[in-house]
């Protein structure tokens, strides 16, 4: 819809109320309303504002206005609102630069479908997510000083085959039997179908709806699939539906992904293919019927797995599900028909239904986020050629450790899941642009045609290239492009030598970073390198020779006056050929303004190099001097 249809829509629909909503990075729908006499066409073109530091992980208090921009393409009726209200899914904006705000999910998605499209491998990545969730009828939980617990009930547990309900009529689906017996046993087909009309009232394409494994009222409704961005409303809208129609019955849904001991789990299986010009690139003639790119595609999955678990199993009880014994897909392999595989490629003979189903993911997961991550995963594969290996053609459940021992898993824990994304996760920062990596501030670190030249020379193994490169005031002064920076120089072969500080003359002052703070931010940026990739040094060209800023402390060295604040030490690298001074120290003490040595001068305690031996300096100076004199007058 254009702005004026949706103003036109809202009328003809009678509206009252216009509810807006946005996913916080958490990934829960927030939103609030306005009466329709305060919306206009003009609302799509100047938005409107609204508290960032209120939401969790987004804006601090003293920079804390944003914007709120509706996407008119969005527009439906809200169907549980007594008064009839237009609802609109927002994009967050910066209000100083228009722009859209790294931390919104949804602008994230875009971004991970920009890079698709700029990456020419295809236009269009297709996700179909397959929710399970649980309809209990009672939950109950506390935490106090004497106390903690939690209690959740439903109709259909086998827990209450013993229970006075006046009466009992049993019919309740044993553990790993609810898969899919008929009415009695599967008492929620009304609930189920109501959901489901309500799905459909708002435009969502349903393709399927039963009782799942578990007992306690374990549910799933099959959405038609969709583009990575609308698939991330829809399943919002999916969400919002399911537990809304639940609660005006009486029920409550949990996306929760165990919240049932001893029984299956609620798995969010997703089915994924990049199509390019209306073609599905998966389908090609070899294994399951599938192309080298979407082998590929599935090589860069099973790479990028832990990392991954971060955003398609976000939570801690997410990994009470990913346990053996429970139908749970822990083991990183693929296979033709295969549901013990984590990687399934369903049986179709239609070239537009090839596809990968991963089946780690759960519901818990913001699925902006989780699908953006899954896309670029695989999109790493196809552009670095992963090969993801054999095919495992058999009940991986049912497999010793023995045999297992050489299969891969996904993460064991939410710990292990974010300290692999801290370890892996360039795969991520690729901009729209195509090859370019990005750090926060959307700076540019890498040019792809500078990359493919220093591979070029660096692959010829007998050529050693490392990096020296200043820290400089408002392009690169901040800790995360500097990681950024060294991991890629490290990936194209260059070695980290070292990162200096400019010189203290007229033209550099306004580039300068004072020397302790370029200290502490190069401290920083070596959090999340491996240790090949650690070994940057900061240093200072004096005349004495290259010089490191070996150190920076706020601890006062006891008993030693110019201490009290911290020192800082300097050690000298290289000098002379017969370098007298290498490895020599100077201490002074701390000056957080200081961007050169003569800075420190009215604090040196100890100056084993010396650095401010300004005698030698003095006496240099003469002899020059004099030569040239003498120069001049022969």
């Not at 269009?124 to 617990?149: H, K, M, N, W």
């Not at 969709?226 to 999916?238: A, K, R, V």
């Not at 005006?248 to 996306?255: E, I, Q």
């Not at 660096?458 to 002064?477: F, L, S």
Request: aromatic residues 10%.
């Amino acid at each position: 819809m254009t702005p004026k249809e949706v103003m036109d829509f809202a009328k003809e629909n009678n509206c009252q109320m216009v509810d807006f909503k946005f996913l916080d990075f958490v990934g829960i729908w927030q939103h609030f309303s306005t009466p329709i006499s305060e919306f206009s066409e003009d609302t799509f073109e100047e938005g409107i504002g609204f508290d960032g530091s209120s939401i969790r992980g987004w804006q601090p208090i003293h920079n804390s206005d944003m914007l709120i921009m509706p996407d008119p393409a969005t527009a439906k009726i809200d169907p549980f609102p007594q008064v009839p209200t237009l609802s609109l899914i927002f994009n967050i904006i910066a209000p100083l630069t228009k722009e859209g705000y790294s931390r919104d999910p949804r602008f994230i998605a875009k971004k991970a479908e920009a890079y698709l499209k700029s990456s020419g491998i295809g236009d269009t990545a297709y996700f179909g997510p397959e929710p399970e969730f649980f309809i209990l009828d009672d939950v109950r939980y506390g935490s106090s000083q004497s106390e903690s617990f939690y209690s959740i009930d439903s109709v259909e547990g086998i827990w209450n085959t013993g229970r006075e309900e006046f009466p009992n009529l049993g019919y309740k689906p044993r553990n790993k039997e609810g898969y899919f017996p008929c009415a009695p046993t599967d008492s929620m087909i009304d609930l189920r179908n109501e959901m489901v009309q309500v799905l459909q009232s708002v435009g969502m394409t349903i393709e399927a709806v039963h009782h799942e494994v578990a007992t306690g009222g374990q549910a799933e409704i099959d959405m038609r699939f969709d583009s990575l961005l609308n698939m991330g409303d829809t399943l919002q809208w999916f969400k919002y539906i399911i537990k809304n129609v639940a609660v005006r019955n009486g029920k409550t849904v949990t996306f929760m992904p165990k919240p049932v001991f001893e029984d299956n789990g609620s798995g969010m299986h997703c089915h994924q293919s990049i199509w390019k010009d209306g073609v599905n690139l998966f389908a090609g003639d070899g294994y399951g019927g599938l192309s080298k790119t979407a082998m590929y595609y599935i090589g860069g999955i099973i790479k990028h797995a832990k990392a991954l678990c971060a955003f398609t199993n976000p939570t801690t009880i997410s990994y009470t599900r990913l346990v053996p014994g429970f139908e749970a897909p822990v083991n990183l392999a693929y296979s033709n028909r295969n549901r013990s595989a984590s990687l399934r490629i369903p049986v179709t003979d239609n070239p537009k239904s090839k596809r990968v189903e991963y089946r780690t993911p759960d519901p818990s997961c913001n699925g902006y986020l989780a699908f953006a991550a899954q896309l670029m995963a695989g999109l790493d594969g196809i552009e670095n050629k992963i090969d993801p290996g054999q095919p495992l053609d058999k009940d991986i459940y049912g497999l010793s450790p023995e045999e297992l021992k050489d299969v891969p898993t996904v993460a064991g824990s939410l710990q292990e899941a974010l300290e692999a994304l801290r370890e892996d996760h360039e795969f991520l920062l690729k901009g729209e642009d195509g090859e370019y990596l990005q750090n926060p501030n959307g700076s540019l670190v890498l040019h792809p045609d500078t990359k493919k030249a220093i591979e070029g020379v660096t692959a010829r193994g007998w050529i050693v290239v490392e990096n020296q490169a200043p820290i400089i005031k408002g392009i690169n002064d901040d800790a995360d492009a500097l990681r950024v920076m060294q991991r890629a120089l490290y990936r194209v072969g260059i070695g980290n030598h070292y990162f200096f500080c400019g010189r203290d003359i007229v033209a550099y002052r306004a580039f300068n970073v004072p020397i302790e703070t370029a200290w502490n931010i190069l401290n920083e940026s070596q959090k999340g390198l491996s240790g090949v990739e650690t070994h940057a040094r900061l240093s200072i060209t004096h005349y004495k020779g290259k010089t490191e800023v070996a150190a920076v402390t706020n601890e006062p060295l006891h008993g030693i006056p110019g201490s009290e604040n911290g020192v800082v030490i300097f050690k000298i690298l290289r000098n002379a050929l017969d370098a007298p001074d290498r490895g020599k120290v100077c201490i002074v003490g701390r000056n957080p303004d200081a961007i050169w040595f003569d800075d420190y001068e009215d604090r040196v305690i100890f100056d084993e190099a010396g650095l401010y031996d300004y005698g030698r300096v003095d006496k240099k100076i003469v002899e020059i001097d004099e030569a040239v004199e003498a120069a001049v007058g022969h």
